[in-house]
């Protein structure tokens, strides 16, 4: 593929950035590779309010690129002040997901039962404390079956209907906006807070996503395609932030 065509990461790194493109002047806070770019994207597009970090312990006060050190810093978020801003609830999180289900619950804790998982991954960490505190999205770079399942082994992550039944504690700030993946976008606006295909990614049909899916999506009558990057968008993604093509790791060239 040639340096003059847009690839499946760019348009997923545009996604992304449209995700937080209308949060104003909140903490907009990636977890991963591809979150990380296009959280940054979009400070430099179409929300420059967006506070960022170095994903560790600093605010920044510009955009460099993916994992450079020596940017102005602007503040110091050591790990306990996260939680004074997970409880205020001026952040956008954007985490992965082992498992994520149609009722929008993500699982990052085990794979099988909870009284003897077959596999042990992360576990839930700040998953609970984010989905109920603050606006969540998730992203996704390999889309299967596997990921987009059923019902999630465990909860690790709150979806708006397990949310709703838990009480105005869990659901008044419950807010599960974008759910990204390597073939399309995705919300939980369907039936019964039930996931909705938004749209498709360039060369990507609504029957590879349906087939790449464990459950009965909520499909509109009309999906439209992904949007690409803008020239500028491209020329920000492949000449600022990520020159290395590190998003490729994540999003190979189709």
């Not at 993500?106 to 609970?128: E, V």
């Not at 020239?231 to 994540?250: A, M, N, Q, S, T």
């Amino acid at each position: 593929m040639s340096n003059d065509t847009t690839t499946r990461a760019d348009v997923c790194a545009a996604a992304i950035a449209d995700a937080f493109a209308d949060d104003g002047e909140i903490f907009g806070s990636p977890m991963g590779l591809l979150p990380m770019l296009g959280v940054r994207l979009a400070k430099l597009t179409s929300n420059p309010d967006l506070v960022i970090s170095d994903g560790e312990s600093l605010f920044l006060a510009g955009v460099p690129p993916l994992f450079a050190k020596g940017d102005v810093v602007e503040g110091w978020i050591p790990f306990r002040r996260v939680f004074d801003v997970v409880a205020y609830g001026k952040r956008h999180v954007m985490m992965g997901a082992t498992q994520v289900d149609r009722h929008g619950n993500q699982n990052i804790s085990a794979i099988g039962d909870f009284a003897q998982p077959k596999r042990q991954l992360l576990g839930s960490r700040g998953a609970p404390g984010n989905t109920v505190n603050n606006r969540t999205s998730y992203w996704v770079p390999k889309h299967s079956p596997r990921v987009f399942v059923e019902k999630v082994d465990i909860v690790s992550g709150v979806g708006p209907r397990n949310a709703k039944a838990a009480g105005p504690g869990a659901s008044r700030y419950n807010d599960i906006h974008r759910v990204v993946s390597n073939l399309g976008v995705f919300d939980l606006t369907g039936a019964d807070d039930t996931m909705r295909l938004r749209s498709v990614h360039p060369g990507v049909t609504v029957d590879e996503v349906v087939e790449a899916t464990g459950f009965t999506l909520d499909i509109p009558a009309d999906v439209p395609v992904t949007r690409e990057p803008s020239v500028e968008e491209l020329l920000i993604i492949r000449e600022v932030l990520d020159p290395k093509g590190l998003r490729f790791r994540e999003v190979p060239h189709e």
